[in-house]
């Protein structure tokens, strides 16, 4: 008999560490999704203090993890949205320009043509990360792309298309 009621209380301890450790987790896989997000934007990221690797509370964690759960389908929904304006506003000079994994061997790659200098000029992580534009995910040759915008070229490193899609 002793050892039946010994034992109980340590399952039930048993378990509250294992759920402890699965909110942790999920805690952690949900403020991870949030960044992976924010950081597709450029945006800043979420401050975090980890307080969950100090907390003992269920109650606590669940809250947390629903906090973080927020903010990643949040941050998913914002990055959906900022890559389809992004896409919607290049989309004309995609067009023109050629495949989003266009290598022409005329010296320009990707689907906005972009030579090295400007690969390198205004996304020289993603030329250090994945090789030349041809080889970029779409989302960082936009963002290439919107950085010389941004930076006060325009649409004028595409004259020729920027004018026949009526950007310039």
Not at 3 to 25: D, E, G, I, Y
Not at 122 to 138: E, F, Q, S
Request: charged share 20%.
């Amino acid at each position: 008999m002793l050892a039946l009621a010994l034992a109980a209380p340590a399952t039930a301890s048993t378990t509250a560490t294992q759920s402890v450790k699965t909110l942790r987790a999920g805690v952690t896989f949900y403020r991870q999704a949030a960044w992976r997000w924010q950081a597709q934007m450029r945006a800043p990221l979420t401050h975090s203090n980890r307080a969950e690797k100090r907390s003992h509370s269920t109650v606590y964690l669940h809250w947390l993890a629903d906090r973080w759960r927020a903010r990643a389908r949040t941050a998913r929904a914002t990055a959906a949205a900022f890559f389809r304006r992004l896409y919607a506003k290049w989309a004309c000079i995609h067009r023109g320009e050629g495949s989003w994994t266009a290598n022409t061997g005329n010296g320009y790659y990707g689907g906005l043509q972009m030579d090295i200098g400007f690969q390198r000029s205004y996304n020289g992580r993603a030329l250090r990360r994945y090789g030349t534009a041809d080889k970029w995910p779409i989302r960082e040759q936009l963002y290439a792309a919107e950085l010389a915008y941004k930076s006060g070229r325009g649409f004028y490193p595409w004259p020729n298309t920027a004018r026949a899609c009526g950007l310039i």
